[in-house]
């Protein structure tokens, strides 16, 4: 089956892009994005999703494990959409883009696998295996390598309907870990922040994958953008390595900017965004988390400090936002705390020690936890206090990747194994 996929894989490349693209609908909107968790981040790209009941009570070793699947290496997450689930790795000097059926084990319905040579530069100390979560708008997944190959191919089959080298033709200067930034839909578009000069943001038609807009000489950073809606108008945030800014979503024009800098450059975290009109930064190496107030008036934009926490540093890690608490994983190179900040004034209602840097994700009213040693849990959580219900040491790898949930079911992915866990 594999190797039949692969060879569908190459006869569409011959066809050429302009045939295979006649086959895609004509519309591709982001409310389509809204199935099961088919983007970063889940259906709403805040990591909340609804799910059925889940269990608190746990077996000491952890919640039930349906099956298990070697991969690759990578960090790529799982999204998951119509019966199947999509991720990448990396093998051999190749990377691999595959849909697993979750009802046959993780058994492979296709593969797409193309060599991927690294650029000189590229820091292998947390492995150099893709990094960005696959998109699925419609019928067709959009995925992007660790060095910047971008892909869209056919949900079904996996055959290539386009793609581009991110760095040959756009310029796109990844940072040491590679590219980490992750697509996002909007109309007819999937939007990149791509990093190189003039083409510090790229919209490509998602049809055929020519270039809608590009825009800015923004450097490229490992935090993936979302989707603001402001008085009615809506606006694209990414978060890169030097400022957060807001464009409009149809151009690229630049609506704001404001400055957040580390000494390294590395901003990871993903901006979050409340019904306050605030928006959420975060990143370590001293920099620490910014509340920035976004208004409109008379047409234009403008975004403020509301405060300033350097004490609150969010690595790489997911943030939930939930009414007026934020719930996140602090630290950087030193210990870590799950903390609730108040999302009014910065201040730190509680921290607790017991995880490492840990993704979070919610769910049932619970909050679920996954630390990169491996360490998975299961707690309530409230403006005053952390209530971990079960516990396990589940995991002997480096677990960076944030989960996804579908239903009861938990997909957690190790450096090279996808689990699938029962949490009903």
Not at 22 to 42: I, R
Not at 300 to 329: C, M, P
Request: glycine share 10%; charged share 25%.
């Amino acid at each position: 089956m594999c190797q039949q996929a692969g060879r569908e894989s190459v006869r569409a490349r011959h066809m050429g892009v302009a045939v295979v693209a006649l086959m895609l609908l004509a519309t591709v909107s982001v409310a389509e994005v809204k199935a099961q968790w088919a983007q970063f981040g889940g259906p709403n790209r805040n990591f909340t999703v609804e799910s059925g009941t889940l269990s608190i009570e746990w077996p000491k070793k952890g919640p039930k494990r349906l099956w298990k699947k070697k991969l690759g290496d990578g960090l790529a997450g799982i999204a998951a959409d119509d019966g199947a689930l999509y991720t990448m790795f990396r093998k051999k000097g190749k990377e691999f883009i595959v849909a697993l059926d979750p009802n046959r084990k993780g058994k492979r319905i296709w593969t797409h696998k193309y060599k991927a040579p690294l650029y000189d530069g590229i820091v292998e100390q947390f492995g150099i295996g893709p990094r960005a979560t696959p998109l699925i708008v419609g019928d067709h997944v959009y995925a992007i390598g660790v060095a910047g190959m971008m892909h869209c191919l056919n949900k079904k089959t996996g055959d290539v309907v386009w793609q581009h080298d991110l760095i040959k033709e756009y310029g796109s200067r990844p940072q040491m870990f590679g590219f980490g930034s992750s697509p996002i839909a909007y109309n007819d578009m999937i939007i990149v922040p791509v990093g190189g000069e003039g083409n510090g943001v790229v919209a490509f038609n998602a049809a055929d994958g020519s270039v809608a807009w590009a825009r800015h000489d923004y450097k490229t950073s490992y935090s993936s953008p979302i989707l603001i809606e402001l008085d009615g108008e809506k606006q694209l945030v990414a978060l890169m390595s030097g400022q957060v800014a807001g464009l409009n979503p149809d151009d690229g024009a630049e609506l704001w900017t404001f400055q957040h800098k580390t000494d390294p450059d590395v901003n990871a975290a993903m901006p979050v965004w409340g019904a306050d009109r605030r928006l959420f930064i975060s990143s370590a190496y001293g920099t620490g988390s910014r509340m920035l107030e976004v208004k409109r008036k008379s047409a234009k934009t403008n975004a403020r400090e509301v405060w300033k926490n350097k004490k609150v540093q969010v690595h790489f890690g997911s943030v939930i936002r939930d009414g007026d608490v934020l719930y996140l994983s602090s630290g950087g190179n030193g210990p870590c705390f799950l903390s609730a900040i108040d999302a009014a004034t910065g201040k730190v209602l509680w921290k607790e020690r017991g995880f490492a840097k840990a993704q979070l994700l919610r769910a049932d009213g619970k909050l679920i936890i996954l630390d990169e040693d491996g360490v998975l849990a299961i707690a309530t959580v409230s403006r005053e206090k952390l209530e971990v219900h079960a516990r396990a040491e589940m995991f002997n790898s480096l677990t960076r990747t944030a989960p996804t949930l579908v239903g009861q079911t938990l997909y957690v992915r190790t450096a090279d194994t996808l689990y699938a866990l029962d949490l009903g």
